[in-house]
């Protein structure tokens, strides 16, 4: 009898789970991507020092210059935007990005597994509004 009760106590935390991972799954809102710009930098060791976010231009500025981006670098209001950026060793990238409740923004890179030489990114440009962190750590100063 006691296994009885066991199996049901553990049937009945497997149902609470089951319908609660839905209602998580949605607190987060798809956020859209406003202008993204992709490439590959040939030297690796710039991708270690990668931001997560940019909030100032001197901060896309700094990032621009260092991966020798060819085109000229965009205008972004940063008062309305934040910058996104991935990176990945991998020949694709792909980007995403959800806000949850609370204001984190849940940024995601999407790569492929294969290995080339250097780094692929996405540079991407998202709204601030409603943002308070970005992947679980404050938006940065600078």
Known sequence: MKQ?????????????????APAVHAQKT???????WTGAVQDETLMKDAPQCITTKA?????????????KMPEVDFAKEIVV???TSGSR???SATLDDKGN????????????????YVIA????????TVNGKDLPKE
């Open 125 to 132: 440009t998202v709204s601030k509004e409603g943002v308070k």
């Open 4 to 20: 009885l009760h066991g199996w049901l106590a553990v049937v009945a935390a497997l149902v609470v789970v089951a319908l609660l």
């Open 59 to 71: 901060g896309l500025e700094k990032l621009w210059k260092a991966w020798k981006i060819g085109d």
């Open 85 to 87: 950026v991935a990176v």
């Open 93 to 95: 990238l792909r980007l």
């Open 30 to 36: 798809p956020v859209k991507l406003t202008k993204e």
């Open 105 to 120: 923004l849940q940024v995601l890179g999407l790569g492929t597994r294969d290995l080339v030489p250097g780094f692929r």
